[in-house]
């Protein structure tokens, strides 16, 4: 039974395998039947696709080979018409030249013409040169013939003449330049002359070149000193001045042309002298803390200046140069206070003629910049000074009239001014040289001793007694004798030795015409 059931269920068990089998390869014949109508279906649309495609390339390219036919149909008008175009060109241009070849044909027979005529003129003109010398050579017959001489004996005494006059006048104006030489050279000399005993005159030399500086004690000088003069020499090399310790009580004499160094010494002094410490190397270190302080009150000074004056916008290097003045003197008067006068009285001049004048008083101020500087190669402060403030971006007007301050015959207006004021606050009594009543006295001394002179009348002494103007008696004086009395005065003067350097004397002859008028009746 079990073998029974067993071979049942094997047979069971293959009718199923075989009947799935069956029912597999039915579904997979039903499946490839719907692939192949599925590719067919896809088949005929390609194809029915590339035929439209075909359909639409042909009419593209039909399309596209009109239009192409079409524009080359176009092109090809175009270029006839631009043919016909340069034909018509070339044929103007011919015409044209057809033109000019007989225009030029018409010019090489009217210049063949004219040759013709020049040649003849040519021939002419020989002819008539030929005849004028053959007249030449016979006039010069005739004159040898009148004069007696020949014509190379002729030339002798003209060229003979010519030379003599011309040695003759040569003689004249060499003696006239020599004279005028002399004269310059004469009046340079005693200008220079006088200028430098005015520099080195004892009356003032010591403001200018010494200063003084009080000691507590007299021990000081031997600390001063120091072993072997090493301090004072130290010294002496650190600021380039000379130290002088005598025998004067509790007193050091710092000597030096530089004002600036005298400066920096004596603060240099008393700096060592408060501190107690006196050697070489703190004396350098001394010199440089002054150097530094002097740059600072330089600038300080400037800036109080330019605000006193009311000036803006200055280079801060020019500053420093400005304010440098403090410690410079011209003939013992101090250039910073002067350029200041020179500012206010410029800038009031230009107010009252309405002019600039914030530009009068910028060009008064730094009329005198020049002398703040150590080397001027030869050259005047005002040139030196007008380079400075031209490199520093000052306005050309500033510029000009600072190079032309003291020139005879200033070009600007400016200029002009800047001198008036320049001159205003040199001249006035007491400005440089002396005080006030010793300038006063002064030009009593030479108005008396020249009224005291036979023939004069009366005498006004102008500019601290380097001017006299003279009124003479016309009628007992005449114009040759005013010469004689003109040295008459300057000797007098000079032997007093009442004006120092130049002395200019002038001579005033007037005789006023006088009419008489008769009574007339009425």
Same mark, same amino acid.
């Given at each position: 039974? *079990? ?5 049942f269920s094997?047979?069971g068990?293959?009718a ?5 089998l ?5 579904w997979i ?5 719907? #692939?192949?109508?599925?590719a ?6 390609a194809r029915?696709?590339?035929e439209?495609i075909?359909?639409e390339?042909?009419?593209r390219a039909?399309?596209? @080979?009109?239009?192409s036919?079409?524009m080359?149909?176009?092109e090809?008008?175009?270029?006839r018409a631009?043919v016909l175009?340069?034909?018509r ?5 011919l015409?044209t030249?057809d033109?000019r070849l ?8 009217a210049?063949?013409t ?7 003129k040519?021939?002419g003109?020989?002819?008539a040169?030929a ?5 030449r050579?016979a006039?010069r ?12 004996q002729a030339k ?6 010519? #030379? ?7 003689a ?12 310059q050279?004469?009046?340079?000399a005693? !200008? ?7 520099r *080195?005159s004892?009356?003032f ?6 200063s003084?500086l ?12 120091g072993?072997?003069g090493?301090n ?5 090399m650190?600021t ?7 025998d004067? $009580?509790?007193?050091?004499v710092?000597?030096?042309h530089?004002p600036?160094?005298?400066e ?6 008393e700096k060592?002298?408060a ?9 350098e270190?001394?010199?440089?803390? #002054?150097?530094?302080?002097m740059?600072?009150?330089?600038v ?8 006193? =004056?009311g =000036?803006?916008g200055?280079d801060p290097?020019l500053?420093?140069?400005?304010g440098s003045?403090k410690? !410079?003197?011209?003939? /013992?008067?101090d *250039?910073?206070?002067? @350029? ?5 009285f ?7 003629l309405?002019?600039?004048e914030?530009l ?9 910049i ?23 971006g000052?306005p050309?007007?500033?510029v ?5 301050h003291h020139?005879?015959?200033p ?13 205003l606050?040199n001249?006035?009594?007491?400005a440089?040289?002396?005080r006030?009543?010793?300038? =006063?006295?002064?030009l ?5 001793l020249?009224s /005291? ?15 006299t103007?003279?009124?003479?008696? $016309? ?6 004798e005013?010469?004689?009395l003109v ?7 000079r032997?007093?030795k009442?004006?120092p350097?130049e002395?200019?004397?002038n001579?005033v002859?007037?005789?006023p $015409? ?7 009746a009425?």
């Open positions: 039974m *079990i073998l029974v059931s067993i071979l094997i047979v068990l293959l199923g395998v075989l009947l799935g069956i029912l597999r390869m039915v014949e039903g499946g490839m039947r719907k #692939a192949r109508e599925s067919h279906r896809l088949l005929d649309l029915r696709e590339s439209e075909r359909k390339t042909l009419a039909k399309d596209e @080979s009109v239009a036919l079409e080359g149909e176009r090809l008008r175009n270029r631009e175009r340069m034909e060109r070339v044929e103007v241009q015409q030249l033109k007989g225009t030029l044909a018409d010019k090489e027979q210049l063949v004219r040759e013709k005529d020049l040649e003849q040519k021939r003109l020989e002819q040169e005849d004028l010398e053959q007249r050579e006039l017959l005739k004159l040898e013939e009148i004069a007696g001489l020949s014509a190379e002798q005494e003209l060229v003979e003449k010519i #030379a003599e006059e011309a040695r003759r006048q040569a004249e104006k060499v003696q006239a330049i020599e004279e005028e030489t002399m004269a050279a004469e009046h340079r005693q !200008r220079i002359v006088s200028h430098a005993i005015q *080195i004892g009356d030399a010591a403001e200018r070149t010494v003084l009080t000691l507590p004690s007299d021990e000081l000088k031997g600390r001063i000193i072993r072997e090493r004072i020499r130290a010294l002496e650190a380039s001045t000379d130290i002088i310790i005598d004067t $009580p509790q007193l050091v710092i000597s030096s530089n600036v160094r005298r920096i010494a004596k603060r240099t002094l060592l002298i501190e107690g410490k006196i050697h070489p190397a703190r004396v270190e001394v010199v440089k803390i #002054a150097e530094k302080e740059e600072a009150e330089r300080e000074v400037g800036k109080k200046v330019l605000a006193e =004056v =000036v803006v200055m290097r500053v420093d140069l400005l003045l410690f !410079r003197y011209t003939e /013992s008067q *250039i910073l206070q002067h @350029s200041l006068e020179v500012a206010t410029a800038g009031a001049m230009a107010a009252e309405g002019l600039d914030k009068a008083r910028r060009a008064g101020l730094l009329h005198d020049g002398k703040a500087v150590e080397e001027r190669e030869n050259a005047s402060h005002a040139v030196v000074g007008a380079d400075i403030a031209a490199q520093y000052e050309a007007e500033v000009e009239a600072i190079r032309g020139e005879t015959d070009e600007s207006v400016l200029a002009l001014l800047v001198q008036a004021a320049d001159q606050s001249k006035r009594p007491g440089r040289d002396d006030f009543h010793h300038a =006063v006295q002064r009593d001394q030479v108005e008396k020249i /005291s002179v036979k023939g004069v009348q009366r005498c006004y002494a102008v500019e601290t007694g380097k001017e103007r003279v009124v003479v008696f $016309p009628e007992e004086m005449a114009n040759g005013a010469t004689l040295n008459e005065i300057t000797r007098k003067i032997e007093e009442l004006a350097g002395l200019r004397v001579v002859r007037e005789a $015409p006088v009419g008489f008028v008769k009574e007339v009425s």
